[in-house]
């Protein structure tokens, strides 16, 4: 199955997804330029979805279904700050080339009505930021990178 491309919008925010091959899992995902690695369940992975033949219905028994999150890369040494989870940007509070500490307060994210301070991960300086207050972000999406000293 080849790429598809999406235009969805939710809670009036529009984004741009495109979907790879769905015909085994893991698969990316690219959301508004962010590639996030997404895990399809048994449901999805090898379906016969677009084919001419309808596949056979099956039994269907309730599940418990886990909730399937795309994985990001860590944002332990690269200087790279990550949304931990989706939200809003309540507060940036450093500017573009602003020296910051390992662990120093780099901006606030709300998520789920709790406030999250998000902390620097390296000694070094801003070079770029791409959120400000008010913007909604979702989890993986690059926030904030820090050059090393």
């Known amino acids: 199955m080849s790429e598809r491309t999406y235009t969805i919008t939710i809670a009036g925010q529009t984004f741009?997804?495109?979907?790879?091959?769905?015909?085994?899992?893991?698969?990316?995902?690219?959301?508004?330029?962010?590639?996030?690695?997404?895990?399809?369940?048994?449901?999805?992975?090898?379906?016969?979805?677009?084919?001419a033949v309808p596949p056979e219905p099956e039994e269907v028994r309730p599940e418990p279904r886990s909730v399937v999150r795309p994985s990001i890369r860590g944002s332990d040494s690269d200087g790279v700050i990550r949304a931990p989870m989706p939200g809003k940007i309540v507060n940036v509070s450093v500017a573009v080339g602003e020296a910051v500490a390992a662990g120093q307060p780099v901006?606030?994210?709300?998520?789920?009505?709790?406030?999250?301070?998000?902390?620097?991960?390296?000694?070094?300086?801003?070079?770029?930021?791409?959120?400000?207050?008010?913007?909604a972000v979702l989890h993986g999406q690059t926030l904030i990178e820090i050059g090393e000293a």
């Open 16 to 51: 741009n997804v495109r979907v790879g091959d769905i015909s085994s899992s893991p698969i990316d995902v690219k959301v508004n330029g962010t590639i996030f690695r997404v895990e399809l369940p048994d449901l999805v992975v090898g379906s016969t979805a677009g084919s």
């Open 107 to 135: 901006l606030v994210l709300e998520s789920m009505k709790m406030e999250n301070t998000i902390t620097s991960p390296i000694d070094g300086t801003v070079s770029v930021i791409l959120v400000m207050a008010g913007n």
